[in-house]
């Protein structure tokens, strides 16, 4: 009988702990995943950084890029982009000042390449896109 006690003490206490950790996860930094699409929020092609908008006035000529991955196919393997075929989306860098390498931030458009159906902007490597409106 103690035994069954100290099991269900020692039950309800993991569970105590469990509930307070993931209570305070969003507090320490752990917070959910973002939206996959924040399609509330656009951003308008003026609004991007500098960077982003030189990178979406390239990609509207057609280049040249200045990465060798611009233009490349983007998966979407986060599925956070509306479903296409592959071959549909194409990442581009947008360039980040100070960053060694292609940093974080990139323009994901689909459709043809001059004449995109719908660009879309990350500051975040992918975790979170706004659509670009111009």
């Known amino acids: 009988m103690l035994k ?12 105590c702990v469990l509930g307070a950790a993931l209570a305070l996860a969003p507090a320490m930094g752990h917070a959910k995943k ?10 308008a092609v ?11 006035a390239l990609i509207r ?15 979407n393997r986060e599925r ?7 071959g549909y989306y194409r990442e581009y860098t947008v360039g980040t ?3 060694r390498n292609r940093g974080a931030r990139r323009i994901v458009c689909g459709g043809q390449p001059r004449t995109p159906d719908a660009c879309y ?3 975040d490597h992918y ?4 659509e670009i409106i111009e």
């Open 61 to 75: 000529e057609g280049g040249p890029f200045p990465h060798d991955k611009d233009g490349t196919v983007f998966g």
């Open 80 to 86: 956070l982009l509306p479903a296409q075929k592959r």
């Open 127 to 130: 975790a979170s896109f706004r």
């Open 34 to 43: 973002p939206a996959l699409l924040d399609s509330s929020s656009p951003i």
């Open 121 to 123: 902007y990350t500051a």
């Open 46 to 56: 003026a609004q991007l950084p500098s960077q982003g908008r030189a990178t979406y």
């Open 4 to 15: 069954a006690f100290a099991t269900r003490a020692y039950q309800a206490g993991f569970a």
């Open 97 to 99: 000042p100070g960053a």
